[in-house]
């Protein structure tokens, strides 16, 4: 069974960073995409950034361009998060994701880990 792991989240204050991780746990998978996601209560889960497998591509929402980066490690599926110059209404859950095209739709990933609490105190 294919599963995503998250690491890396915590409580920050506003203007810190923080650098989220996400690794398979058990079998490695093909995949073309790499995503991260997250979720505010009471909202809808919305994408923050994706990152093509093979080329390095990378895509973000416009709340975190230039704050957040994603890139991906040297072991097969895994994908970090860097958060830079936080702000509180970056407190979510992130879930990181991986399928097979780019996307910013949750149903265009296959995979999704349990995700992992980012809070952000002003």
């Known amino acids: 069974q294919v599963q995503l792991v998250e690491s890396g989240g915590g409580l920050v204050q506003a203007g810190g960073s923080l650098r989220l991780s996400c690794a398979p746990s058990?079998?490695?998978?093909?995949?073309?995409?790499m995503a991260w996601f997250r979720q505010a209560p009471e909202k809808e889960r919305e994408f923050v950034a994706t990152i093509n497998w093979s080329t390095g591509s990378t895509s973000y929402t416009d709340s975190v361009k230039g704050r957040f980066t994603i890139s991906r490690g040297d072991a097969r599926n895994t994908v970090f998060l860097q958060m830079n110059s936080v702000k509180p209404e970056d407190t979510a859950v992130y879930y990181c994701?991986?399928?097979?095209?780019?996307?910013?739709?949750?149903?265009?990933?296959?995979?999704w880990g349990q995700g992992t609490q980012v809070t952000v105190s002003s």
């Open positions: 994701a991986a399928g097979g095209r780019p996307a910013r739709t949750v149903a265009a990933y296959d995979y």
């Open positions: 058990g079998r490695t998978f093909t995949t073309y995409v």
